[in-house]
């Protein structure tokens, strides 16, 4: 699960007037509508299909999740989610369609997940396909004013072979020009993938800056997380030098 999802929401709690788009290219809507309500309600994802789906689905089991969510969130979660928009694969195929739907509801904050999956039928190049899908991201984030955050997808393979575990700008799939565009860019580092054996603890997340118009390129934000919440926690103080340096 994207941790761009909950930056969105956290974004939004902390500022009551900002809306924010979420155009989702690659999950499906309902599934993460169900994460969100995981990482709102602190239930795992299994606790919540089992009142919603399947063969036994109780009538009263998704009421009573529901009253559960109207009670304890009624004033905060309710706030967030009506200014949070979800928008489905199904409502846009390109650049040029965000541009449309970004310029009708003007939110302040937009996400994309992810690049790659944007098409055009109009250009048959995939280079100057996701060219001109990056050129129109970046108007729209010119003519607009807005915020926009684009997830990109790694070459296949593009770590395997390297002893330093984190993307480099050069490994994103058909994204060069993301990267000349963006002001500021992360790489995700998630490193049970890769050292699993060696005990590392399996809640460590980072993003680590490959690119910053605005300071210091030399920035990795910690986070502790919980996938079955779908959620993180930024790591403060001591605990965020202890696990960026180990000392």
């Known amino acids: ?55 036994g ?7 009573w999740l529901m009253r559960r969510i109207d009670a304890k969130y009624k004033e905060e979660a309710g706030q967030v989610l009506n200014r949070l ?19 009708k509801q003007k939110p302040d904050v937009w996400v994309l997940d992810y690049f790659t999956m944007l098409y055009d039928h109009s250009i048959n190049e995939p280079f100057q396909m996701y060219a001109r899908q990056a050129d129109i991201l ?8 807005s915020l ?18 984190v993307a480099s700008p050069g490994d994103g799939e058909y994204a060069y020009k993301l990267f000349q565009y963006s002001a500021v860019e992360f790489s995700t580092f998630n490193p049970r993938y890769f050292y699993s054996d060696l005990g590392v603890n399996h809640n460590r997340y980072y993003l680590v800056c490959l ?27 001591e605990h965020r030098t202890f696990i960026v340096t180990g000392k």
Not at 57 to 63: G, L
Not at 85 to 103: E, G, K, Q, S, W
Not at 151 to 159: D, E, G, I, R, V
């Open 1 to 55: 699960f994207p941790v761009t999802i909950w930056v969105v929401v956290e974004m939004l709690k902390k500022n009551p007037t900002m809306t924010a788009m979420y155009f989702e290219k690659e999950m499906p809507l309902r599934d993460i509508s169900r994460r969100l309500i995981s990482m709102l309600m602190r239930m795992t994802a299994a606790e919540i299909a089992r009142c919603t789906l399947g063969e």
């Open 57 to 63: 689905m109780r009538v009263e089991d998704t009421a």
């Open 85 to 103: 928009t979800l928008v489905p694969a199904d409502r846009f195929d390109n650049a040029l369609d965000m541009m449309r739907i970004i310029d």
């Open 138 to 145: 970046k108007r729209i984030v010119q003519r607009t004013g």
């Open 148 to 165: 926009g955050i684009v997830l990109a997808q790694l070459k296949q393979n593009a770590l395997e072979q390297k002893a330093w575990k």
């Open 211 to 237: 690119k910053n118009r605005f300071g210091s390129q030399d920035v990795v934000i910690p986070f502790t997380s919980w996938p079955q919440y779908s959620s993180f926690e930024e790591s403060l103080g």
